[in-house]
C-alpha cells in the first residue's frame, strides 16, 4: 500500500465548476497536510496547508482533513483554464519528511 | 519573501563530467531538501540536512553529493552521472517541523540532462 494516495486522474472539468480532489494516507501519526500546484515544467508552488481536522478556506480553495478516516481533499471552486495543472497532495508523519502522492492532473476546459 | 533561488536553470553534461547545482534560502530556514522529479512522477525525497547537518539520504547512489556550506546555501556535487539520472532537480526548504513549520517552499528547479 503506498503511503499518499491520491485519485487517478486525469480529471476534467468545465470552467466555473468545483473541482475535488482527493488524497488519503496510511500514516496515523501524520500531523501536517499540504496541496501542491505544478504545471508542467515548472516546480511544485505550496497554495493550502491543513493542520487540524474540518475546513479551511482560502479564496477558491478549501482544504478539508479528516484525520479519523485518513482523508485530505482540495476543493476548487469557480475553476479557471489556469487551474489546469497537476495537484500534489504532501504528507508530513513521523518519519519528518514529506511524502507526496503521485498527483492528479486537473484540466480545466473553456 | 518566499523565494528559494537554484541555478543553473538548465545543465547539460556529459557522463565524465563533474557539476554542482547550486540552492540559495534567504527565509531564515533551518531545513533544506534535494529532490528529484522525473516526468510525470512525484517528487523524489535524496536528501534532508537540517541545522546544516545531514539528516536524512534516502539511500541514494555516491555520484550525488550533498553539501551544506552554511544556513542559507546547499550544493548537490554530480560526478560520472548515467543518462537515467536525467531528470528535475527541485530544492526546497522550510523552517522547520512540526505544523507550518513543516511547510516546504521550492526553488525553480534545474533540469539536468546526461548525455
Known amino acids: 500500500q503506498k503511503e499518499v494516495e491520491q485519485n487517478s486522474g486525469p480529471l476534467s472539468v468545465p470552467e466555473g465548476a468545483i473541482a475535488s480532489l482527493n488524497c488519503t494516507y496510511s500514516?496515523?501519526?501524520?500531523?501536517?497536510f499540504f496541496w501542491y500546484r505544478q504545471y508542467s515544467g515548472k516546480s511544485p508552488e505550496l497554495i493550502m496547508s491543513?493542520?487540524?481536522?474540518g475546513d479551511k478556506e482560502d479564496g477558491r480553495f478549501t482544504a478539508q482533513l479528516n484525520k479519523a478516516s485518513q482523508y485530505v481533499s482540495l476543493l476548487i471552486r469557480d475553476s479557471q483554464p489556469s487551474d489546469s495543472a497537476t495537484y500534489l497532495c504532501?504528507?508530513?508523519?513521523?518519519?519528518?519528511?514529506?511524502?507526496f502522492g503521485s498527483g492528479t492532473q486537473l484540466t480545466v476546459l473553456p | 519573501d518566499t523565494e528559494v533561488t537554484q541555478t543553473p536553470k538548465h545543465l547539460v553534461m556529459g557522463m565524465t563530467n563533474k557539476k554542482s547545482l547550486k540552492c540559495e534560502q534567504h527565509?531564515?530556514?533551518?531545513?533544506m531538501y534535494w529532490y528529484k522529479q522525473k516526468a510525470k512522477k512525484p517528487p523524489e525525497l535524496m536528501f534532508v540536512?537540517?541545522?546544516?547537518?545531514?539528516?536524512i539520504n534516502e539511500s541514494v547512489p555516491s555520484r550525488f553529493s550533498p553539501e551544506c556550506p552554511n544556513s542559507s546555501l546547499l550544493n548537490l556535487h554530480l560526478h560520472a552521472l548515467q543518462p537515467e539520472d536525467s531528470a528535475l532537480y527541485l530544492c526546497?526548504?522550510?523552517?522547520?517541523?512540526?505544523?507550518?513549520?513543516?511547510?516546504?517552499?521550492f526553488g525553480q528547479g534545474t533540469r539536468l540532462t546526461v548525455v
Open positions: 527565509m531564515g530556514h533551518r531545513a
Open positions: 500514516d496515523r501519526g501524520s500531523q501536517s
Open positions: 504532501a504528507v508530513s508523519g513521523s518519519a519528518r519528511q514529506l511524502t
Open positions: 491543513i493542520y487540524s481536522n
Open positions: 526546497a526548504s522550510s523552517q522547520g517541523w512540526g505544523g507550518k513549520d513543516t511547510e516546504a517552499f
Open positions: 540536512y537540517s541545522y546544516e547537518k545531514l539528516s
